[in-house]
T-cell receptor, first 112, second 109 residues
Framework: DGGITQSPKYLFRKEGQNVTLSCEQN?????MYWYRQDPGQGLRLIYY???????QKGDIAEGYSVSREKKESFPLTVTSAQKNPTAFYLC???????????FGSGTQLSVL | GQSLEQPSEVTAVEGAIVQINCTYQ??????LSWYQQHDGGAPTFLSY????GLEETGRFSSFLSRSDSYGYLLLQELQMKDSASYFC??????????FGKGTRLHILP
């Protein structure tokens, strides 16, 4: 089945630690996205990538980094500079023809 | 920049019809989308309006008025399983997609 796979489902970060969230898609979509969702809130855009080896900052990119070395993969690193990382992180890709976003099942990140 | 406004909560009765409004600001318009998200789950796509008018998909319809920078999602024959959060989203010309803060729909039996 085609889709977006995010891992892990739950992740815990220690003080001063960098952690990486995985996102893989087999939908052959060009553009991919990372969103952050806080309880009871909307989705805020962290980074997005329109094509391999290129990515753009979203509205809340500070404290995060990404890479796009392969079309299928768009990992997100939450760095120690992100002082409030506890949130639900969602990865998505878009079907350009329909403007339809396909989401992964998300990663819940918490701080120890 | 881009921004979207939608009510934070709406309550309706099972079997009834409910409308969730969304107003937006954008420098360039590329359509308005709607997503549904159940608690603990990922958002799922409901509809996309590129042009003015009504788009119907089963019990759900979405309307757009570009002159008013306004759209709405209409849910008919409400079922308890429709209890969820609903988000409007604004695609940008550079593939940037921004979401509203979401409307929590409560359905009473």
């Amino acid at each position: 089945d085609g889709g977006i796979t995010q891992s892990p489902k739950y992740l815990f970060r220690k003080e001063g630690q960098n952690v990486t969230l995985s996102c893989e898609q087999n939908l052959n979509h060009d553009a991919m996205y990372w969103y952050r969702q806080d309880p009871g809130q909307g989705l805020r855009l962290i980074y997005y990538s329109q094509i391999v080896n290129d990515f753009q900052k979203g509205d809340i990119a500070e404290g995060y980094s990404v890479s796009r070395e392969k079309k299928e993969s768009f990992p997100l690193t939450v760095t120690s500079a992100q002082k409030n990382p506890t949130a639900f992180y969602l990865c998505a890709s878009i079907e350009s023809r329909t403007e339809k976003l396909f989401f992964g099942s998300g990663t819940q990140l918490s701080v120890l | 920049g881009q921004s979207l406004e939608q009510p934070s909560e709406v309550t309706a009765v099972e079997g009834a019809i409910v409308q969730i409004n969304c107003t937006y600001q954008t420098s360039g318009f590329y359509g308005l989308s709607w997503y549904q998200q159940h608690d603990g789950g990922a958002p799922t796509f409901l509809s996309y309006n590129a042009l003015d008018g009504l788009e119907e998909t089963g019990r759900f319809s979405s309307f757009l008025s570009r002159s008013d920078s306004y759209g709405y999602l209409l849910l008919q024959e409400l079922q308890m399983k429709d209890s969820a959060s609903y988000f409007c989203a604004l695609p940008g010309g550079d593939d940037k997609i921004i979401f509203g803060k979401g409307t929590r729909l409560h359905i009473l039996p």
